[in-house]
C-alpha cells in the first residue's frame, strides 16, 4: 500500500535558526497537504500543493511539491518558539480517495 | 463556529465493552474520516466516508466499525474492545476529498 515517510522524526533548533522537514511517498500522489499538531492539541491544515513543482509561501513559511509529485518539503526561516510543535505531510495516491499521513516531524524551538 | 466535535474527550473502559464515540461537523462537509495516533506512527486512517451511506476502509479497520446515515455525523464503534485498541482517536472531515480537514479535539481512550 501507499506509504508516506518524514524526515526528520525530531529537531531541535535555536529560536532564528532555520527549519526543513521532508516527505517521501512511495507512489505518486495528487495532492499534498501540511498539517500543524500544537503539543497537546490536534492536527491543523496548513496548506495543500496540487501542481508539480509547487512552490507556496504563507509568510515564514514555504512549501514545495516536487516535480514527480513524490516529495514535498516544508521549510521554516527563522523559526519563533510559536512553531513548535509536530508537523505533518499527507497525501492521497492518484485514484485513490484516503489520505495518508506521515509520521510527522517534532519541531523543538529553543528560546 | 465551524468545527468537527467529538465526544467523549476522554474515556477509560474494560475489554470486551461496547462503546461509541461520536463525531459531528456542522460545515455541510461531504468526506469524514477517522485516524488514530500512537506515538511514533503518526496519524493512521480508520475508515472513511465520502458521503452518506457510502464508507471505505483505511490502513487500519480492524475492531472498528462505522456507520454514515447522515451527513453531519460519523459515530466510530468499537464492537469489542481490546488494550492495542488505547489510543487518541481523531475525527475529521473535509469539503471534498481535494480540500485540507477539519479536525475534532480528539478522544484519549483507554481499554483495560
Known amino acids: 500500500g501507499q506509504q508516506v515517510m518524514q524526515i526528520p522524526q525530531y529537531q531541535h533548533v535555536q529560536e532564528g535558526e532555520d527549519f526543513t522537514t521532508y516527505c517521501n511517498s512511495s507512489t505518486t500522489l495528487s495532492n499534498i497537504q501540511w498539517y500543524k499538531q500544537r503539543p497537546g492539541g490536534h492536527p491543523v491544515f496548513l496548506i495543500q500543493?496540487?501542481?508539480?513543482?509547487e512552490v507556496k509561501k504563507q509568510k515564514r513559511l514555504t512549501f514545495q511539491f516536487g516535480e514527480a509529485k513524490k516529495n514535498s518539503s516544508l521549510h521554516i526561516t527563522a523559526t519563533q518558539t510559536t512553531d513548535v510543535g509536530t508537523y505533518f505531510c499527507a497525501g492521497s495516491d492518484t485514484g485513490r480517495r484516503a489520505l495518508t499521513f506521515g509520521s510527522g516531524t517534532r519541531l523543538q524551538v529553543q528560546p | 463556529e465551524a468545527q468537527v466535535t467529538q465526544n467523549p474527550r476522554y474515556l477509560i473502559t474494560v475489554t470486551g465493552k461496547k462503546l461509541t464515540v461520536t463525531c459531528s461537523q456542522n460545515?455541510?462537509?461531504?468526506?469524514m474520516s477517522w485516524y488514530r495516533q500512537d506515538p511514533g506512527l503518526g496519524l493512521r486512517q480508520i475508515y472513511y466516508s465520502m458521503n452518506v451511506e457510502v464508507t471505505d476502509k483505511g490502513d487500519v479497520p480492524e475492531g472498528y466499525k462505522v456507520s454514515r446515515k447522515e451527513k453531519r455525523n460519523f459515530p466510530l464503534i468499537l464492537e469489542s474492545p481490546s488494550p492495542n485498541q488505547t489510543s487518541l482517536y481523531f475525527c475529521?472531515?473535509?469539503?471534498?476529498?481535494?480540500?485540507?480537514?477539519?479536525f475534532g479535539s480528539g478522544t484519549r481512550l483507554t481499554v483495560v
Open positions: 460545515m455541510n462537509h461531504e468526506y
Open positions: 500543493l496540487v501542481k508539480s513543482g
Open positions: 475529521a472531515s473535509s469539503l471534498s476529498g481535494s480540500y485540507g480537514y477539519t
